[in-house]
């Protein structure tokens, strides 16, 4: 069921996100102690929203806004910090390959509700993703 799929993709995506080594990506060491830890609050509402998005239900489209929500965020976060567009992209990938492989290696789904929660995800971080370059564009326009 949509609700169980969602809740495993959440367990297995932020358990690999806190295995996964990020410490030698270039836009990970643009960053300093304090706006990690902002950027990971920020990742962790993403993550929520994704896996409420993810659940199905009435309140799809409020988890969708919570996650542009979040995106815009990140978007203006990472613009103030100054990073490259490449680098912000390479931040936003990095958290679309966590959940990519959450679904693909980690999970034992079968295989029509692989793709199902695949085309949900690229779905979902997709608008995520326009919302973070929107806002990032936005910020860099204005400085």
Same mark, same amino acid.
């Given at each position: 069921?949509?609700?169980?799929?969602?809740?495993?993709?959440?367990?297995?995506?932020?358990?690999?996100?806190?295995?996964?080594?990020?410490?030698?990506?270039?836009?990970?060491?643009? *960053?300093? $102690?304090?706006? &990690? #830890?902002?950027?990971?609050?920020?990742?962790?509402?993403?993550?929520?929203? +994704? =896996?409420?998005?993810?659940?199905?239900?009435?309140?799809?489209?409020?988890? *969708?806004? $919570?996650?542009? &929500? #979040?995106?815009?965020?990140?978007?203006?976060?990472?613009?103030?910090?100054? +990073? =490259?567009?490449?680098?912000?992209?390479?931040?936003?990938?990095?958290?679309?390959?966590?959940?990519?492989?959450?679904?693909?290696?980690?999970?034992?789904?079968?295989?029509?509700?692989?793709?199902?929660?695949?085309?949900?995800?690229?779905?979902?971080?997709?608008?995520?993703?326009?919302?973070?370059?929107?806002?990032?564009?936005?910020?860099?326009?204005?400085?």
């Amino acid at each position: 069921r949509p609700p169980q799929v969602a809740r495993l993709i959440h367990r297995q995506g932020s358990s690999l996100a806190r295995t996964r080594p990020i410490t030698g990506e270039e836009w990970y060491a643009a *960053l300093g $102690d304090p706006k &990690r #830890a902002r950027i990971r609050r920020t990742c962790r509402s993403l993550m929520h929203a +994704l =896996t409420g998005y993810l659940s199905g239900g009435v309140r799809r489209r409020e988890y *969708l806004r $919570d996650g542009e &929500r #979040a995106g815009r965020t990140l978007g203006e976060m990472l613009a103030v910090l100054g +990073l =490259t567009p490449a680098q912000a992209t390479g931040a936003f990938l990095h958290f679309h390959g966590v959940m990519t492989e959450a679904v693909t290696t980690k999970l034992s789904l079968p295989p029509p509700q692989q793709v199902r929660s695949l085309r949900q995800i690229d779905a979902f971080l997709n608008r995520v993703m326009l919302r973070m370059m929107e806002a990032f564009e936005e910020r860099h326009l204005t400085s």
